[in-house]
């Protein structure tokens, strides 16, 4: 039919009405304008382990479709997927991961391995190819979680056809990645102690602080809401496993060491 494998082309050949373009102008496709997405994700290592944030936005188009979605979801005990891009597909590639994962644990009496997790994220992303590039489905989360046999926290990213990178000290991906990893570059070479020697506390204010400069020079990151006491998921990964920040420990934070400076 000549349509390529495009979806969304598909449903307006059978009589799908998309919203109507505003007047005297053409219609922007519909993947850039209808498919919710979320947006900017983070993660970074820090003295006792890795630390995972996102912000809260979800959007389609210029529209903000939702300010409380969880980018930042946990699989298992150890590991978390931060998501960016269309969170409808991520959500369900966590229940897949967390099923699966859950699966060997009890048949197998025991975890599988980091190496392996690894590989369950890629191949999930490479049987979503044909969804990313339809631009229905693309996904490009941030992988985290304790490796065991390398007794350390570990970070990876990914593309939307599931090749994988170790982010040996920080990743970050989604709309607002391109402020955030320029500011990440510069503390880690250049500040008086790589990010890796940050204590607990230090490692969540400058979360905060990389989410609000996100924030202020992107529209789909949403930041802080302090009005609606909204604030960033944080996460942080060791050993013992995952710990969620409270939203009261993040107001004080960000009262305390953030706030003041802008």
Do not use: C
């Not at 990178?165 to 955030?180: D, R």
């Amino acid at each position: 039919m000549g349509m390529e494998g495009d979806f969304l082309q598909l449903l307006k050949e059978r009589g799908y009405q998309f919203s109507a373009p505003a007047s005297g102008l053409e219609a922007q496709p519909a993947e850039a304008a209808e498919i919710t997405k979320g947006t900017t994700i983070l993660a970074m290592k820090y003295r006792d382990g890795v630390l995972v944030a996102g912000d809260r936005r979800a959007t389609a188009g210029n529209m903000v479709m939702y300010d409380r979605t969880d980018k930042v979801l946990e699989i298992d005990r150890h590991s978390v997927m931060a998501i960016a891009g269309v969170p409808a597909t991520a959500y369900e590639m966590v229940r897949i991961l967390e099923h699966s994962f859950k699966y060997y644990r009890r048949t197998q009496l025991q975890e599988l391995s980091f190496e392996g997790k690894l590989r369950a994220v890629a191949k999930l992303l490479k049987d979503n190819v044909a969804a990313a590039l339809a631009g229905t489905g693309a996904v490009v989360p941030v992988f985290a979680g304790y490796d065991f046999e390398q007794g350390a926290a570990k970070i990876y990213f990914y593309d939307i056809l599931g090749a994988e990178f170790e982010g040996v000290e920080y990743a970050v991906s989604g709309s607002g990645s391109p402020t955030i990893r320029g500011i990440l570059h510069y503390l880690n070479t250049w500040s008086d102690r790589p990010l890796s020697a940050l204590p607990e506390e230090d490692a969540i204010v400058q979360a905060l602080r990389l989410l609000t400069s996100a924030a202020e020079f992107d529209s789909a990151t949403g930041g802080v809401n302090r009005d609606l006491n909204l604030y960033p998921i944080v996460k942080l990964i060791t050993e013992a496993g995952i710990q969620t920040t409270p939203a009261n420990r993040l107001q004080s934070l960000f009262e305390a060491k953030v706030a003041r400076h802008v």
